[in-house]
Each structure stands twice: as structure tokens, then as C-alpha cells.
């Protein structure tokens, strides 16, 4: 009988513990902050109106960057698909293969399977992992796609461009077909729908049936900015059109509406949050992928004062718009940060939001090139970030080092204007604080003075972020300070991943959609 008692008590004394056990875990995952990732596609520098500009309002993501932290030292790479695989790696792209160009629909490779992405570290965390949008990382095998590499669900398309209303991606040379998928379900019955509205729409219905018992992580990843097809490259609601016509350029008031719908998109994002009870415990991130594409692609983004545009290696290519919201930061005061960041730095920071240690989590034959930002971001901290290598391919590279930007063999840009309106005096935007601004000053008569194609230039980022003065002939000795650490960078670059166009992708032999068409088995030679 007492046997009988104590073998009760130790029964119950387990169920009480166990019960404890997953109560605290409970509430652990629930403590935990959600992550809301937005990611724009092709946002100039100056297509926002926190970063001054009059010409197009954009009221919810000021609100989020005057109310959190503007990041106005942030850097990500020249294009598309690099810039994706340091979100999702935390590597930068010479280290992952991703460094030269985008993915086209037609070519077979992706992000290797050998790579950890960031929702599998965040599931690994018990977070809930989603994504809406645009992918970009490859999908000639199901294995590349985004539900079988860490998100739990996914809505969205798998190239790197379509029409923003039928949902077709033409990669031309005949290569033409349909693509939005739920998780690997055709999507068939959305067109007509614009696709910033309907991404939206996506990831409000994401909010609002997650289990707030887990943590939420949500990337969504907008078509917005990014020209459409050629055909009809700029596409927009004509009710946003219809504000914009104090612009002269009939392309331009597309794009402001474009724009618009964007920041409609966040407004209506961050208002589900706070509905549903998520708001408090979240932490926001707004970014683009690349600067805007000035006079380039059929586009019309802008990226005023700064110097080039998407795809190069100056300021204007790869100085990203960026801002980060979240009740948890209490500390920061500045508003704007100053701080070295770099698109790598978003893996590293979110797992430590997560309560994980990356360097415990990620592969241990892989080595991560990002670095943890939230004291930055949260308080001001300085950035453990001193230097950013902006690519190697070839002989073409760019490096900061400090306040010092080295250009080696890089083609030559100038300074694309910002489109003019009828009225000289007509301002629509307004933006709470000044202080997000980039001040130039006067450009020079000799300011387009560089030839790195024949000898590396030199700029003082901090002092001249317009890149007006090449000060190469005059610090040498800075010169080869920075050649020597870029050659270190050239010491561990790996071989681009990319491949050849295969005519097996072509659309038309799938049904006219855009699908996986190999698979791991199959002799990739």
C-alpha cells in the first residue's frame, strides 16, 4: 500500500513538472517577438519622402521610420537575387555562388541546398514561418522552392518579374508563362488582381489566422517597384494614377502609384498586426533589395543625390532604403542611424531575436558574414560592422572600408535627376523629420573625374556619400590599405552558380506555367 502511494505521488509529481514543463514552454514562444520582413523590389533612395523627397508620399513607412529607426548607412547588393541570398543566408554571395546577375526562369540552378536559410533557423526556434511574394532563389527542382527550404506556407511567384494583373513572366525568346503558386498548388484563379494589393491581402490573411501561441515570421516580398513585362513595363490602379498628375512624366505617375500602393501595402499590414494583438511584441523591418533602376529596365525609380543606379556598384546601386519599428525599441533616440549595416546582417540579428545562437545553429562547414545589429538598431550601439565588400566578379569590384569606398575596374555612372513636376511649387509629400536626408552640396565641375577601368578610384563616404570627389591620387597609401583587403576578399570567392538557359524549362512544355522541371536525380552536367 505505501509502495502503491509513493509510485502515486511520484506520477503526479511528473505530470505536475511536465505540465509546468509546457507551460513555460508556451510562454516562452509566446514572448518571443514576431518578425515582419517587407521587402521592396527595386526602391530608389529617393522614392521615399522620409528621405525628403516632395514628389511622392509615403505616410505609413514614414511613420514606421520616424517612430522606429531609419538605417541610412545600410548597404545591399547591385540586383535582385544576390541581394535575397544575404537575407536568407546571412553569406555574402561570393561566398554562396549567387554574386553574378539574377536567376533567370529558364536557367537551372538556385541557392544551394547546402545553405541554412533564416525560416529554418526560425523553425528550428518555434517560430511559424511564411512568405508572400517574390522569390527569386531558383526553382528548376521542387527542392529549391520556398516550402521545401523553412516557410510553412507560401504565396507568391518563383521568377524574377510578371505582369502585375495576369501574373505572367515573359524571360523572352519565347519563354512566356503563368506564375503564382500556393505552396506548390498553380494558383489559377487570380488574375486581374494587382499583384501589391493581392500580396497584401495574402499576408493579412497570414495574421490573421496564426496561432499566437508561436511566434510569427512573415517575409513578404513585393513585385513593387519592379518593372513588369516589356510590353507594359509600369502598372498601377488607375484611381492612384489619377493623383500623380502634377508629374510630367506620364511613367513617372505610374510609378508614384506604384509606390503608393506600396505604402498602402504597409499601412494595411501594420493595421492587421495591431488588430489581431500582434502588434506590441513585433519587430519591423522595411528594406529594398537594390537601388532604383534610373532610366534603366523601362523603369523610372530615382535615387537623387546619390550617384549610378540598380546593377552598379556606386551609392546609388547599393545604399539601401531601410527602416526598422518595434515597441522594443526604447533606447534609440537617434531616429537615424549612422551605423554600418549590410543585408547579411538581418539573419544573425533576427535568430538573436529568436533567443538562438547562430553560431551554435548554422552549419559548422559554413561561415556567416553577417553580424547581430539589434544593440545598433535597439540603442544606438555602435555597429560591430567596420567594412562592407559590395562584389567581386572578375576583375570588377567595389569595397568600404570605414569611411573609405574603393572602386576597381567598375563601369563609369552619373547622376540620374529626379523627374520634374508642371509646378516647380508643387510639394505633395511631407516627412516629420529632415534628419533622413542626404545633403551633397554643390557637384562639381570635374566631379565624373573616375576611370577605374584603368586605376582604382577613392571616395570618402562620410564626407562626400554623393561620390563627387575621387581622392585616389591624393591617398595612395589608402589605395593599397583597401587593394590589400579586397584581395583578401578574392581569396574566398567561390565560382557563380550559374548555368545555361535549357530548353526543357520552357513553359509551354509544362502547360504555359513556370515549373520545376529537373529533379536531384537527374545528371545536371
Not at 506556407?153 to 494583373?165: L, M, V
Not at 495574402?202 to 513585393?222: C, G, N, R, S
Request: net charge neutral; with cysteine.
Amino acid at each position: 500500500m505505501f509502495m502503491r502511494m509513493m509510485a502515486d505521488r511520484v506520477y503526479a509529481t511528473v505530470a505536475f513538472l511536465g505540465c509546468v514543463a509546457l507551460q513555460l514552454t508556451a510562454f516562452s514562444l509566446a514572448t518571443k517577438p514576431n518578425i515582419i520582413f517587407i521587402v521592396a523590389d527595386d526602391l530608389g533612395w529617393d522614392d521615399i519622402s522620409f528621405h525628403g523627397s516632395e514628389q511622392i508620399p509615403t505616410p505609413a513607412i514614414d511613420e514606421l521610420a520616424t517612430s522606429g529607426v531609419m538605417l541610412n548607412n545600410y548597404y545591399v547588393q547591385p540586383i535582385c537575387t544576390p541581394t535575397r541570398s544575404c537575407f536568407m543566408t546571412g553569406r555574402h554571395p561570393i561566398h554562396t555562388g549567387m554574386q553574378s546577375g539574377v536567376i533567370m526562369g529558364q536557367q537551372p540552378y538556385g541557392l544551394g541546398l547546402d545553405e541554412k536559410l533564416l525560416p529554418q533557423y526560425l523553425q528550428e526556434l518555434g517560430y511559424s514561418t511564411h512568405a508572400v511574394g517574390k522569390w527569386h532563389l531558383g526553382f528548376f527542382e521542387v527542392e529549391y522552392t520556398p516550402t521545401y527550404r523553412g516557410f510553412n506556407s507560401y504565396f507568391g511567384y518563383w521568377t524574377g518579374k510578371e505582369d502585375y494583373y495576369s501574373h505572367i513572366d515573359n524571360e523572352g525568346s519565347g519563354y512566356i508563362g503563368y506564375d503564382l503558386r500556393d505552396n506548390m498548388t498553380v494558383a489559377r484563379n487570380y488574375t486581374g488582381m494587382y499583384n501589391t494589393e493581392l500580396f497584401t491581402h495574402k499576408a493579412i490573411d497570414v495574421i490573421e489566422k496564426h496561432d499566437p501561441t508561436h511566434p510569427l515570421f512573415l517575409y513578404v516580398a513585393h513585385t513593387a517597384v519592379h518593372s513588369a513585362n516589356p510590353s507594359d513595363p509600369l502598372q498601377a490602379p488607375q484611381y492612384l494614377i489619377d493623383r500623380f498628375s502634377h508629374i510630367q512624366s506620364k511613367q513617372r505617375q505610374i510609378f508614384a502609384a506604384m509606390v503608393t500602393s506600396l505604402d498602402q501595402s504597409v499601412r494595411n499590414i501594420t493595421d492587421a498586426l495591431k488588430q489581431h494583438g500582434l502588434w506590441n511584441n513585433s519587430v519591423i523591418v522595411f528594406t529594398t533589395d537594390n537601388g532604383g533602376p534610373a532610366q534603366f529596365n523601362l523603369n523610372v525609380a530615382c535615387n537623387a543625390p546619390l550617384r549610378g543606379r540598380k546593377a552598379e556598384l556606386w551609392e546609388g546601386g547599393v545604399r539601401g532604403a531601410a527602416c526598422v519599428y518595434s515597441p522594443m525599441i526604447v533606447e534609440n533616440k537617434q531616429q537615424v542611424s549612422m551605423e554600418m549595416m549590410h543585408a547579411t546582417d538581418w539573419l544573425p540579428t533576427f535568430v538573436h531575436l529568436a533567443g538562438g545562437d547562430v553560431n551554435e545553429m548554422k552549419p559548422k562547414d559554413k561561415t556567416l558574414d553577417g553580424y547581430n545589429i539589434w544593440e545598433t538598431i535597439s540603442k544606438g550601439a555602435p555597429s560591430p560592422r567596420s567594412e562592407v565588400l559590395h562584389n567581386i566578379l572578375g576583375e570588377t569590384a567595389a569595397l568600404r572600408v570605414g569611411d573609405y569606398k574603393l572602386l576597381v575596374h567598375v563601369q563609369n555612372s552619373t547622376w540620374y535627376p529626379l523627374p520634374t513636376v508642371r509646378n516647380a511649387g508643387t510639394k505633395q509629400a511631407r516627412v516629420s523629420s529632415g534628419n533622413g536626408v542626404v545633403q551633397c552640396g554643390h557637384r562639381p565641375a570635374n566631379a565624373s573625374e573616375c576611370n577605374s577601368l584603368k586605376s582604382p578610384c577613392l571616395y570618402n563616404i562620410r564626407s562626400d556619400p554623393c561620390e563627387y570627389n575621387n581622392v585616389a591620387a591624393t591617398m595612395q597609401s589608402k589605395v593599397d590599405e583597401l587593394m590589400k583587403r579586397l584581395q583578401y576578399y578574392r581569396s574566398t570567392v567561390v565560382p557563380p552558380r550559374n548555368k545555361r538557359t535549357d530548353p526543357q524549362s520552357n513553359p509551354k512544355l509544362h502547360g504555359g506555367v513556370w515549373s520545376p522541371w529537373m529533379n536531384l536525380t537527374m545528371d545536371m552536367s
